[in-house]
């Protein structure tokens, strides 16, 4: 298995619900990562999760609390979120930290309402 | 901050001429990252090149790397309609997980 999963594909959301965003892989990959990417523009950085633990949290506001329960899942949970949140999460996974390339999942296009 | 400015913006060619695409960044790499994006899906990893590297090919694909300039091409031979896409450049600076992605360059490949 060479892939990312992300579930789901698409989401709509109001500003007053609570939702998650779930990422998978199954290549032993030690590293995981979610970044955001509005139209036309290029991924940013959210959350790196090495080994099971959160290395890197680029500021990202408290509305965005992501999980990782296992090596293998990487779970992005939403709460409270504003009608600029709207965009494609992409999560992506790499043996380690940076050496090596990354995985990318095909996304989830949140739109929020 | 974005590390990576790419040039051009946007590339427009016939099918079977090459195109190059450029990157320059900010800071000292450990290594430099290329990556497709057909639009709007999730990215798929080109080629890596390792800061030590000075050229890398893979198939088509030809990727250079100066780190004097801090700069880096990425030049696709024979191009075909499929390649049509967005290509970004991605550095790591610090081996800690933090791939700093470029503005990209939109490449389309006329039949």
């Known amino acids: 298995d060479t892939e990312v999963t992300q579930t789901p594909k698409h989401l709509v959301m109001g500003m007053t619900n609570k939702k998650s965003l779930k990422c998978e892989q199954h290549?032993?990959?030690?590293?995981m990562y979610w970044y955001k990417q509005k139209a036309k523009k290029p991924p940013e950085l959210m959350f790196v999760?090495?080994?099971?633990?959160?290395?890197i949290n680029e500021s990202v506001p408290s509305r965005f609390s992501p999980e990782c329960p296992n090596s293998s899942l990487l779970n992005l949970h939403l709460h409270a979120l504003q009608p600029e949140d709207s965009a494609l999460y992409l999560c992506?996974?790499?043996?380690?930290?940076?050496?090596?390339?990354?995985?990318f999942g095909s996304g989830t296009r949140l739109t929020v309402v | 901050s974005q590390q990576g400015e790419e040039d051009p913006q946007a590339l427009s060619i016939q099918e079977g001429e090459n195109a190059t695409m450029n990157c320059s960044y900010k800071t000292s790499i450990n290594n430099l990252q290329w990556y497709r994006q057909n639009s709007g899906r999730g990215l798929v990893h080109l080629i890596l090149?390792?800061?030590?590297?000075r050229e890398k090919h893979s198939g088509r694909l030809r990727v250079t790397l100066d780190t004097s300039k801090k700069s880096s091409s990425l030049l696709i031979t024979a191009s075909r309609a499929a390649d049509t896409a967005s290509y970004f450049c991605a550095t790591d600076a610090s081996n800690t997980g933090k791939l700093i992605f470029g503005q990209g360059t939109t490449l389309q490949v006329k039949p």
């Open positions: 090149i390792r800061s030590n590297e």
């Open positions: 992506a996974s790499s043996q380690s930290e940076s050496s090596y390339g990354y995985t």
């Open positions: 999760y090495s080994y099971e633990k959160l290395s």
């Open positions: 290549m032993g990959h030690r590293a």
